[in-house]
Nanobody
């Protein structure tokens, strides 16, 4: 069982930045692929960014060039740096730890982009 705790969400103006963190309880954190998803009101949850155990990354087109996912295996933590935020980025952001045989979700953190 892996427990994930997200932090760093909040209210920010358009064009602003936030950094989300997701701390994992697993001592073998480094073998998991880590992903950030988001879910806006009335919409399906969507994959925003992912980072493999190798460190390679993927992003949904709408955040490329603005968001950066990274991980610190020594701290069992994955980050999502979000720059140039837009109102359409408003959502609850969820961390997800993935192996082919199992997956674990965090509780989510709210990001609101509004003037």
């Amino acid at each position: 069982q892996v427990q994930l705790v997200e932090s760093g969400g909040g209210l920010v103006q358009p064009g602003g930045s936030l950094r989300l963190s997701c701390a994992a309880s697993a001592s073998i954190f480094y073998i998991y692929a880590m992903r950030w998803y988001r879910q806006a009101p009335g919409k399906q949850r969507e994959l925003v960014a992912g980072i493999r155990s190798s460190g390679s990354t993927d992003y949904v087109d709408s955040v490329k060039g603005r968001f950066t996912i990274s991980r610190d295996n020594a701290k069992n933590t994955v980050y999502l740096q979000m720059n140039n935020l837009k109102p359409e980025d408003t959502a609850v952001y969820y961390c997800y730890a993935y192996l082919p045989s199992q997956g674990y979700w965090g509780q989510g953190t709210q990001v609101t982009v509004s003037s």
